[in-house]
């Protein structure tokens, strides 16, 4: 089965956009992808019950703390008032997420990043607020609930001396592509070769990588990983050089 077989799906190696969450572009994805397993993206009322029932338990009526870790660093896309550097206890970041449908293919699918127990995670806390923050939050449901990957969560989030509630997207570890103990090498082979219609996992981790550091956040997971990546890369194309 081709990968997008919908002509009119933008192509390979785009920026995901407002547009892109408007348009049901991830959901086109995914409905390619079923029959080879991908697990199905949730109908419009599915997503309407999920984002009502976690609003249900929101810490204030009036305005939404959501807390960035991975793409939502470099790439929000969601409207917002105020971003702040947080810490958030309790969780870190990992590369758990298995993709076959955004940076990967059923052939060769990528990984993404996850809230996986443990340890902590540093990040940006951005504010919603205002008469548009319910469309905001549908547009992000789309994007980040698109398949039933994570858990929207209310999560205590440090802001200096100050705590706030804000929401976090915790890996569903129930999911079907839930990827638990992978080694370093192991996902730094996948980041490294991993390719899919919104581009490569390496360019995702990279990203993710430059968008931290631009906010002075140091991980020094993702240090090594860049690093074990761009080696690996090297060594890819100084092999086709010679071949």
């Known amino acids: 089965m081709p990968l997008v077989s919908d002509n009119s799906l933008p192509p390979i190696l785009m920026t995901l956009s407002r547009e892109h969450l408007q348009n049901d572009y991830f959901k086109k994805l995914a409905e390619a992808q079923t029959d080879d397993g991908q697990p199905r993206p949730l109908t419009a009322e599915e997503l309407a019950a999920s984002m009502n029932a976690t609003l249900a338990n929101a810490p204030a009526p009036d305005h939404t703390w959501v807390f960035g870790y991975g793409s939502l660093v470099w790439n929000p896309l969601f409207e917002h008032d105020r971003n702040e550097l947080t810490v958030l206890h309790g969780y870190r970041r990992s590369f758990c997420l298995k993709t076959q449908i955004s940076r990967g293919t059923p052939e060769l699918p990528g990984l993404l990043l996850g809230l996986e127990p443990g340890g902590s995670c540093r990040g940006v806390a951005y504010r919603m607020t205002g008469s548009k923050m319910h469309e ?51 996902t730094a082979q996948v980041i490294a070769h991993a390719c899919g219609p919104l581009g490569s996992c390496a360019e995702y981790l990279f990203k993710t990588h430059a968008g931290l550091q631009a906010r002075g956040i140091r991980d020094q997971h993702l240090e090594k990983l860049v690093a074990r990546v761009l080696e690996i890369q090297q060594n890819d194309a100084a092999g086709l050089t010679t071949a």
């Open 136 to 186: 905001e939050l549908a547009l992000l449901w789309r994007r980040e609930m698109l398949t039933g990957a994570y858990c929207p969560r209310w999560v205590t989030l440090r802001m200096g001396t100050e705590k706030i509630r804000g929401l976090a997207f915790v890996m569903n570890r129930k999911y079907p592509f839930y990827a638990a103990d992978h080694s370093n090498e192991e």
